[in-house]
């Protein structure tokens, strides 16, 4: 661990061992299992949040429902966590109001994380929120 901390040479099996972690060990459920197997479960997990429980605490319809999965998609791409509520309101073909209360369920369902705009008040105004996943494998699961 000293040596990854850092950034010294690692052994090639320590550096295999990391990088699986960050594809899928951190989740608990990746314990003896394969890859792919963990990316299907985590797959089936979001279904289940997002058709289930958001629906039970939100008055979400089938058709938002829907879009929501589609929203994780396009968070998911490399240029999604710098967006504009306006851009994925288009997108999405749904009005913007319903984009970030959208947003804001799926923080509140621990998936997504909003990341404050820094800097002056008219910039913070201006700009749309970063959007982070909060595990790495639930993003690769969707990629």
């Keep these: 661990m000293p040596k990854i901390l850092e950034l010294k040479e690692v052994p090639l099996a320590v550096l295999d061992d990391v990088v699986e972690y960050v594809k899928v060990g951190s989740m608990p459920l990746s314990l003896e299992m394969e890859e792919w197997a963990v990316y299907e479960r985590?797959?089936?997990m979001l279904d289940r949040v997002i058709y289930r429980d958001l629906r039970e605490v939100y008055d979400f319809d089938a058709e938002t429902l829907d879009k929501a999965?589609?929203?994780l998609y396009l968070l998911a791409?490399?240029?999604g966590e710098r967006f504009s509520y306006e851009k994925l309101s288009k997108t999405l073909g749904l009005a913007k109001g319903m984009v970030i209360k959208?947003?804001?369920?799926?923080e509140?369902?621990?998936?997504?994380?909003k990341i404050p705009v820094h800097g002056s008040i008219s910039k913070a105004t201006r700009k749309s929120p970063e959007v982070k996943f909060l595990t790495v494998p639930i993003k690769s699961a969707l990629l």
Excluded at 102 to 106: I, S
Excluded at 108 to 113: C, F, S
């Design 77 to 79: 791409n490399p240029k």
């Design 69 to 71: 999965f589609n929203l």
């Design 42 to 44: 985590l797959v089936t």
């Design 102 to 106: 959208l947003v804001d369920a799926l």
């Design 108 to 113: 509140k369902a621990g998936i997504v994380q």
